[in-house]
Structure formats: structure tokens, C-alpha cells
């Protein structure tokens, strides 16, 4: 018992050992309440595995292409399925649609005044201009990444804290792992921002220019009228049609 318990502080205080990445500093320094420990403790209860259908009995009208491995193995996909967003069936295929290019971090971390520079990291050897920036097809992976004093804030999967983590969750008993999981998901929030928030002239998150977009590909961004349309429906189980994609002043 006295180890179990030891390996779980271990677990929750990262230590100096890992020093440096904004999100496991943000980690050491929570406090769990006991609303967030209780939040945990039913999440956990209620937990129920997504098991993906890979051979569909009826051939898809559409072509299902694989989904892409991401640049950057986030510590997020140690839990998370690579296409995390699953609640709300009128926006999930769109916000899933994200995790292939953005970090989780860009969406669901708590800056609070954190002053982040969020860089778009690519292949070793990838032009700086190649691909989506440019408005052409992707050419390398990419991802947008959130930085802070020159470390990235999103944890890598093959990081010491992410492994140990990963080795020991199966171990824990009920209780333990809830705590685990409260102390974890303390620096990020789970609702993301609004479509707008990026898809907008006046987006409060994401600086297209200075990740290496073109004019071109910027206003498309910022004119995307499915995000436009995503924000203003009012009923969040509708059904997109075309029509709705239209001008809605």
C-alpha cells in the first residue's frame, strides 16, 4: 500500500526531472477540488470503449481514406483515439477533421495571460512554404504547435512522464486513477474555443501569417463558411444541408 502510494505522487508531482514543459509545470502546481475529483470519478465510471468498425458490411458510397498519423505523437493519444471529439454529432467530423495538422494544446490549454507563440513545426527538411501555407495539396506533415520560452507546451507520447503514466494507469485502483486523471486534465479545458475564434478577420488565436499561410489561403480561412455556419446554427442537431452553407446575415 505504502509503495502504491508513492508510485501514484510520483505520478502526480512530475518533479524537476521534467522541468521545462509549460503543461507538466501547470500539472505540479494544480490543486484538485473536490467538484473536479468527483467529475473524474464518474467520467471514469461511465466509461465505455469506442471500438472503431474497420470492415463495414456495405461498401461506403465514399472512398475512407486512412487517418493520417499525426507529425507530433501527442501524450493526449496515451487515452484519447486519434479522432477525440465524439459528443455533439453536428460538429465532431469537422473538429476531428482538425487533429491531423493542430495540437490538442492549441484548443484545450489554459493559457490564462500565458503569453504562447504558436509555430508551425514540419518534416526535417520540409520547405517553409510547401503545402497547406501555400494553398496547395500537402506536400509533408505539419503541425501547429503552442510554445512557450522556446519549449513546445503539447507532451510528446514518448516522453518519460507520458510512459510512466502510461505503464502504471492499469495498476492504479479506482480511486487513484481518478485523482491521476483530475490532476492531468487541471491545465486544459474541455470545451474548445468558438469556430470563430480562427475562422474569423478577427480570430483571436492563431496568427496566419506569421505560421507561413499566403494571402490566399488566409482569406479562405477566415471566409470559411462551414465554420461560419457551425457558430450561428442555433439548433445543434441539424442537419447541415447545402442551403444552410449559403449567406446568413
Not at 42 to 50: F, G, M, R, T
Not at 121 to 142: F, I, R, Y
Request: glycine share 4%; net charge positive.
Amino acid at each position: 500500500m505504502v509503495v502504491r502510494f508513492f508510485c501514484l505522487l510520483a505520478l502526480l508531482i512530475p518533479g524537476n526531472i521534467y522541468a521545462g514543459n509549460l503543461y507538466l509545470d501547470s500539472v505540479e502546481k494544480s490543486v484538485v477540488t473536490e467538484k473536479e475529483l468527483n467529475e473524474a470519478r464518474k467520467s471514469l465510471k461511465e466509461l465505455k470503449e469506442v471500438k472503431l468498425i474497420e470492415n463495414l458490411p456495405l461498401k461506403p458510397y465514399h472512398k475512407r481514406l486512412k487517418t493520417p498519423e499525426p507529425l507530433r505523437e501527442s501524450f493526449c493519444f496515451t487515452c484519447h483515439k486519434r479522432l477525440p471529439h465524439g459528443k455533439n454529432d453536428h460538429n465532431r467530423t469537422f473538429l476531428n477533421m482538425h487533429t491531423g495538422f493542430i495540437a490538442c494544446e492549441v484548443c484545450h490549454f489554459k493559457a490564462e495571460g500565458t503569453p504562447l507563440e504558436y509555430v508551425t513545426e514540419k518534416e526535417e527538411g520540409a520547405n517553409q512554404h510547401d503545402g497547406n501555407a501555400s494553398g496547395e495539396k500537402p506536400a509533408v506533415k505539419k503541425m501547429i504547435i503552442p510554445y512557450f520560452k522556446g519549449e513546445a507546451v503539447t507532451l510528446p507520447g514518448d516522453h518519460p512522464y507520458a510512459k510512466e503514466v502510461e505503464k502504471k494507469w492499469k495498476k492504479l485502483p479506482p480511486e487513484e486513477k481518478a485523482r491521476l486523471k483530475a490532476k492531468l486534465h487541471k491545465p486544459l479545458k474541455d470545451k474548445g474555443p468558438l469556430c470563430r475564434d480562427c475562422h474569423s478577420k478577427k480570430q483571436k488565436i492563431l496568427n496566419f501569417k506569421a505560421l507561413g499561410y499566403k494571402a490566399k489561403r488566409i482569406k479562405a480561412l477566415e471566409q470559411n463558411k462551414i465554420a461560419d455556419f457551425l457558430d450561428k446554427v442555433k439548433d445543434k442537431k441539424k442537419s447541415i444541408k447545402i442551403t444552410d452553407l449559403l449567406d446568413k446575415k
